[in-house]
């Protein structure tokens, strides 16, 4: 009798153990499968400026193996990764391996552009009747925000969200009045976003207290390759514009806009980049290859596809969104080979491409181009998407 209980309180004991470990797989995999679903960003240091301003990095993921790095200097993306048709995760965005590269060196890799991205003819505008004088950057005219615009200032985090469906990081930035020559104490955030499409949102809000004049972007150049020693000549383009922004040979524009009809500008069928880009053509002599705004098609619209960009050989494809008039297209025509590429080599010229999403080059002074004007009261907000995905 004795030993009958013993037999049975062992099979008691072996069924509960039995259970317990049950319910602790069904937890680890539980956790596992949490785990796996999760959106994450994560914060580090990456270095501080030469005034001494602290720099932090944030990494965006998410379930599909996309990460988004992001400097507080500059807003920079310093790195995309992104997987190729077979999976392999590679960078597909050129950048520097230290901040004091950013600093000294940098053509605009991967920065959030202000307060007017593009350029200004002579650095001079006027509005309601005050003429205003702005730094100059680029020859005679003031490019990207002047010399030091919104790509070389720290900018501070004002949120991080991590939701089931998306990761975000918010900067800010205040623009006193007059800085670079601009009126009007510009308030601005830029909000990136990182979706479990892989998707990445760029959405940028700013008011002012004084009517000045706003045009941001982002300038990353893209190499959807993942290797940067290679050209971007191969990759095939698609844009939905009839016309673009012609300009003079300080690529200023004309005034006018002009028919993409057989021209090296037509790129409302996907082309490669590398068919027309030293084509014997006036335009593209000027921008020494592909320099230039295009006017969008569907602008009432708003928010809609408006660029593709695919690499064959990886099958990456890249799709871009926007609620702007033009978006310029820069073939990476002034990299000279001198600056580095993180892991060795230097990159070359036309070893990446950018897409601008903006309004047209110069609008202040072009009184026929949609305006880029803010007033006291009223507030800028446009938002751009670049999505990635294989075929």
């Given at each position: 009798?004795?030993?009958?209980?013993?037999?049975?309180?062992?099979?008691?004991?072996?069924?509960?153990?039995?259970?317990?470990?049950?319910?602790?797989?069904?937890?680890?995999?539980?956790?596992?499968?949490?785990?796996?679903?999760?959106?994450?960003?994560?914060?580090?240091?990456?270095?501080?400026?030469?005034?001494?301003?602290?720099?932090?990095?944030?990494?965006?993921?998410?379930?599909?193996?996309?990460?988004?790095?992001?400097?507080?200097?500059?807003?920079?993306?310093?790195?995309?990764?992104?997987?190729?048709?077979?999976?392999?995760?590679?960078?597909?965005?050129?950048?520097?391996?230290?901040?004091?590269?950013?600093?000294?060196?940098?053509?605009?890799?991967?920065?959030?552009?202000?307060?007017?991205?593009?350029?200004?003819?002579?650095?001079?505008?006027?509005?309601?009747?005050?003429?205003?004088?702005?730094?100059?950057?680029?020859?005679?005219?003031?490019?990207?925000?002047?010399?030091?615009?919104?790509?070389?200032?720290?900018?501070?985090?004002?949120?991080?969200?991590?939701?089931?469906?998306?990761?975000?990081?918010?900067?800010?930035?205040?623009?006193?009045?007059?800085?670079?020559?601009?009126?009007?104490?510009?308030?601005?955030?830029?909000?990136?976003?990182?979706?479990?499409?892989?998707?990445?949102?760029?959405?940028?809000?700013?008011?002012?207290?004084?009517?000045?004049?706003?045009?941001?972007?982002?300038?990353?150049?893209?190499?959807?390759?993942?290797?940067?020693?290679?050209?971007?000549?191969?990759?095939?383009?698609?844009?939905?514009?009839?016309?673009?922004?012609?300009?003079?040979?300080?690529?200023?524009?004309?005034?006018?806009?002009?028919?993409?009809?057989?021209?090296?500008?037509?790129?409302?069928?996907?082309?490669?980049?590398?068919?027309?880009?030293?084509?014997?053509?006036?335009?593209?002599?000027?921008?020494?290859?592909?320099?230039?705004?295009?006017?969008?098609?569907?602008?009432?619209?708003?928010?809609?596809?408006?660029?593709?960009?695919?690499?064959?050989?990886?099958?990456r494809l890249m799709e871009v969104f926007t609620d702007q008039p033009g978006m310029q297209l820069y073939?990476?025509?002034?990299?000279?080979?001198?600056?580095?590429?993180?892991?060795?080599?230097?990159y070359a010229k036309r070893s990446g491409l950018c897409f601008e999403t903006q309004h047209y080059p110069?609008?202040?002074?072009?009184?026929?181009?949609?305006?880029?004007?803010?007033?006291?009261?009223?507030?800028?907000?446009?938002?751009?998407?670049?999505?990635?995905?294989?075929?």
């Open positions: 009798m004795r030993l009958e209980k013993q037999t049975a309180l062992l099979i008691g004991i072996y069924i509960v153990l039995t259970v317990c470990f049950a319910c602790n797989e069904n937890i680890k995999k539980k956790i596992i499968r949490e785990k796996e679903s999760m959106m994450q960003i994560d914060k580090n240091v990456y270095g501080s400026t030469i005034d001494n301003n602290y720099v932090s990095e944030f990494s965006l993921r998410n379930v599909g193996g996309i990460e988004v790095n992001i400097i507080t200097y500059g807003g920079i993306i310093t790195k995309i990764m992104a997987p190729d048709s077979e999976g392999r995760m590679e960078n597909v965005v050129l950048g520097f391996d230290n901040l004091e590269q950013y600093e000294k060196e940098n053509p605009f890799f991967g920065a959030l552009v202000g307060r007017y991205g593009n350029r200004i003819a002579k650095g001079k505008f006027s509005l309601e009747g005050v003429a205003y004088t702005l730094e100059k950057n680029n020859g005679d005219n003031s490019l990207h925000g002047g010399l030091k615009g919104f790509d070389k200032v720290v900018w501070q985090v004002e949120e991080v969200k991590e939701t089931d469906s998306f990761v975000s990081l918010k900067l800010s930035y205040l623009s006193e009045d007059m800085e670079e020559g601009f009126p009007g104490n510009l308030k601005t955030n830029v909000t990136y976003t990182l979706h479990k499409d892989n998707s990445l949102d760029v959405l940028y809000e700013a008011t002012t207290d004084k009517t000045t004049i706003v045009n941001l972007t982002q300038h990353s150049y893209f190499n959807l390759s993942g290797n940067f020693s290679e050209l971007i000549l191969d990759h095939e383009v698609a844009i939905d514009a009839d016309k673009f922004v012609p300009v003079d040979p300080k690529l200023i524009p004309l005034g006018e806009l002009a028919s993409v009809q057989d021209t090296p500008f037509d790129f409302r069928k996907a082309r490669l980049v590398g068919n027309a880009i030293n084509a014997d053509n006036e335009q593209i002599k000027l921008g020494s290859g592909y320099d230039h705004c295009w006017v969008l098609n569907s602008q009432e619209k708003g928010y809609r596809l408006v660029a593709k960009a695919y690499h064959s050989k990886s099958g073939t990476g025509n002034f990299l000279d080979g001198t600056l580095p590429v993180p892991g060795g080599g230097t110069d609008s202040p002074n072009q009184p026929q181009f949609p305006s880029t004007t803010l007033e006291p009261g009223k507030k800028y907000i446009t938002k751009t998407t670049f999505k990635f995905s294989t075929k």
